[in-house]
């Protein structure tokens, strides 16, 4: 039945959430269609999404749950959980995750609802809810040949919640324990992972393992010379398989409908990552001189060297910004008086290259 109360549209909310996220138009598309479905009290596909580490994948999530936080409205629609999938593996080696991560949801639906709100009233809320699961490839069933029991039994305990009608759980002391049946079919599961290894794993399979020769190499002009090159997108070539190898169980991988790949980070989004999103190391840095009264300043130029350091360490993604920022913010942090003129400190290319080195 369609809900008669106004629900966010999928373009509302992923305009919210690209307030946070940049870049990654597909996972916000994505997530936002999911969410405006979810919102609306439909039942929803779930999603897996695979990404580089430092790409935004925690960062969407918790772009999500501040967007649901801000209105009082949207709130009171779904409770949200975000869950370290390791946390699940360390609750699934000591008995019951899957009852784990419904009473995070009930205890969320209580902080919502409040402590006189009768315990039906939270279960239902509860079993509607959002789950975040991050960082779910370190629940693969195997690591380096040897069998991940915590990963195996993780996976399964997710599967007894997703998509199942009645799952049986114990109630808390505080909803006067006793032992009920929910239907968990409507929560909606996001899960997000960097599976590092899986881009090679990929790669190999497309040009030396089972499939040697699918990937063929293609004439390219470079410097005016035409040359053979190889270009893999692991998009092109990911297959339900290759996840299947990296330790995700077919009955896992077929709860989800769909699969996101996060794009790697380009110089332009680093740089518009490190200057527009408000947890960046330079906004830190700038309130910081500002509790100082000084106004911190950085030209483009500076900017851009900053993001070409960055870039040199594709394995961090946008987390080497703060890194790399750090080593040359940090003696200016140590004594801010020393280079401010007129209550300002600029920062140009040349103090940048004073201790990153020219490009
Ligand atoms: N697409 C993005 N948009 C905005 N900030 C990002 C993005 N990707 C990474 N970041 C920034 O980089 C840092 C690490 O991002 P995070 O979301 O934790 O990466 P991961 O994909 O490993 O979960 C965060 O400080 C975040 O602000
Ligand atoms: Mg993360």
Known sequence: MPQVLATPTPAEIAGALTRRILGQEEAVREISVALSKHLAGLRVGNILMIGSSGTGKTTLMRAVEGYLASDPVLATRSAVVRIHANVLGEEAERGRPGEAVLGRLLDRAREQLGPAAPVDMLLR?????????????????????????????????????????AVPVNLPAWAGGGAVVVNSADILFVCAGAFEGLYDAV??????????????????????????????????????????????SPQFLSRFDAVVLLQDLGQDELVRIFLETPESAFHQSRSY????????????????????????????????????????????????????????LLIDLPEVEAVLGKA
């Open 125 to 165: 809320r509860a079993a509607s809810g959002l789950v975040f699961v991050d960082e779910v490839d370190k629940i693969r069933s195997h690591v380096g040949g040897q069998a991940n029991v915590a990963g195996i039994r993780a996976q399964e305990a997710l599967l007894t919640l997703i998509e199942n009608e």
């Open 289 to 344: 001189f500002e509790s100082r009264g000084i106004h911190l300043a950085i030209s483009p130029n500076a900017v851009r060297r900053i993001a070409t350091e960055a870039g040199r360490q594709p394995r961090l993604g946008a987390r080497a910004l703060k890194e790399v920022f750090r080593r040359v913010i940090r003696d200016y942090e140590f004594d801010p008086d020393k280079s401010v003129t007129g209550g300002a």
């Open 203 to 248: 790669f190999d399979r497309v040009t030396i393992g089972k499939d040697r020769g699918a990937l063929q190499p293609v004439t390219v002009v470079e410097g005016g010379k035409v040359a053979e090159k190889l270009v893999f997108r692991l998009r092109d070539w990911l297959r339900n398989e290759d996840l299947f190898d990296y330790g995700m």
